[in-house]
């Protein structure tokens, strides 16, 4: 695996890359890095694709901007970046937060991103509006990472007690001791607390935009993690939102799918990437 830096739309990105072929973007979600992915990567790279990982704008070794940015924003990037590493083109998976930047970036440019994959997540204007407010049985966290100046201030020294509860939760033995390590060391970075809840700050700006635009005509999977997230919410969400879905379980997982079964994800992933469109 080979780190680098790129400087586009006005930010400074890191990315780690591996293998060569066909591009693959992995899109991470909070609170990760393009860690998230390390176990992935080279098996996607041994399976004849040119991988490459981004820390998005706010996270790990990338820029954090002042203020704070929407998910059409995080696609923008990601777009000068492929072009930036000279592939016109390239399949796509998000995970998270990061299937949000990912379904933006096929929105805006819909002749680049050939293939999509959505994870663990709900979908801007497609479903996610319902699951923010915690009166209605939505998440707490939603609210209050969106106030991440004041997230990011009663966060300040208890970084390692707020995350490593989303951690142990979100994974089943696929994030390392190590990666705790290295993901934390990123998130105690001046002001890295606060680039990751700005990532939560236009959800409900980025479904109106999402709404905008008409559905995506790629072929898309939706991926979940058998004991991840319930399945049907982003399902019935990409379903309204693209044309051409398809949908599996990744066996033995949970939120962090690609860390806790890689080699499953990287085959499963490979068949979709080669699949003939419908």
Do not use: C
């Not at 780190?3 to 060569?20: M, S």
């Not at 998005?56 to 059409?72: E, F, N, Q, V, Y």
């Not at 209605?136 to 007690?161: K, N, P």
């Amino acid at each position: 695996m080979h780190h680098a830096r790129a400087d586009v739309n006005g930010v400074r990105l890191h990315y780690v890359t591996a293998g060569t072929g066909p591009a693959v973007v992995l899109v991470h979600g909070w609170p990760f890095t393009w860690i998230e992915w390390r176990a992935l990567i080279p098996l996607l790279a041994a399976q004849g694709f040119t991988v490459i990982a981004p820390d998005l704008r706010g996270s790990g070794d990338s820029t954090i901007p002042a203020g704070h940015w929407t998910k059409r924003d995080e696609a923008e990037d990601l777009h000068q970046l492929l072009h930036h590493l000279g592939h016109p083109q390239a399949y796509v998976v998000g995970t998270d937060l990061g299937t949000m930047t990912a379904h933006a970036w096929a929105q805006t440019y819909p002749h680049e991103v050939t293939r999509l994959v959505l994870s663990e997540a709900y979908l801007p204007g497609y479903g996610l509006e319902d699951h923010m407010n915690p009166a209605t049985g939505g998440s707490w966290h939603f609210g209050f990472h969106a106030q991440s100046t004041l997230a990011a201030a009663l966060t300040a020294g208890r970084e390692a007690q707020y995350l490593s509860r989303f951690w142990s939760m979100m994974s089943r033995g696929g994030i390392t001791d190590a990666d705790r390590a290295d993901l934390l060391r990123a998130y105690t970075a001046p002001d890295a607390m606060r680039g990751g809840f700005a990532r939560y700050v236009t959800l409900v700006d980025d479904g109106r935009a999402a709404r905008a635009s008409g559905p995506l005509g790629m072929p898309v999977l939706v991926l979940n993690g058998e004991f991840g997230l319930p399945q049907q919410i982003l399902l019935d969400g990409a379903r309204r939102a693209a044309t051409d879905v398809h949908a599996d379980l990744v066996p033995d997982a949970a939120h962090t799918f690609a860390a806790d079964n890689p080699r499953w994800t990287a085959e499963r992933l490979a068949r979709f990437f080669a699949a003939p469109a419908a």
